[in-house]
């Protein structure tokens, strides 16, 4: 069964930082951070290929950067100059594609609190 584990969620002031990590049990075409606040619908934050090539959503773009270690399956975001609306529970996701097929996994969510 593949799973993906979070970690490196917690609480900060606005302005502070943190880095989650997010480690698969096997390799992952694509590997991203998505997040949900409350009453909301979840978001795509960042996203990485295994060669690299990234994606951001445009509110985090500059303060936030994604990497993976392809060794590791790991996938990390390293978040700066956090704001109280990046508030929200972060979800790690892992794609791969086999065939005709694409496989979604999910973590189990790690919260990040920002206070102002």
């Known amino acids: 069964q593949v799973q993906l584990v979070e970690s490196g969620g917690g609480r900060v002031q606005a302005g502070g930082s943190l880095r989650l990590s997010c480690a698969a049990s096997t390799e992952m075409n694509i590997m991203g951070w998505y997040r949900q606040a409350p009453g909301k619908q979840r978001d795509m934050v960042a996203t990485i290929t295994s060669d690299g090539t990234t994606n951001y959503a445009d509110s985090v773009k500059g303060r936030f950067t994604i990497s993976r270690d392809n060794g590791k399956n790991t996938v990390y975001l390293q978040m700066n100059n956090l704001k109280p609306e990046d508030t929200a529970v972060y979800y790690c996701?892992?794609?791969?594609?086999?065939?005709?097929?694409?496989?979604?996994?999910w973590g189990q969510g790690t919260q990040v609190t920002v206070s102002s």
């Open positions: 996701n892992g794609v791969n594609t086999f065939r005709f097929f694409t496989y979604d996994y």
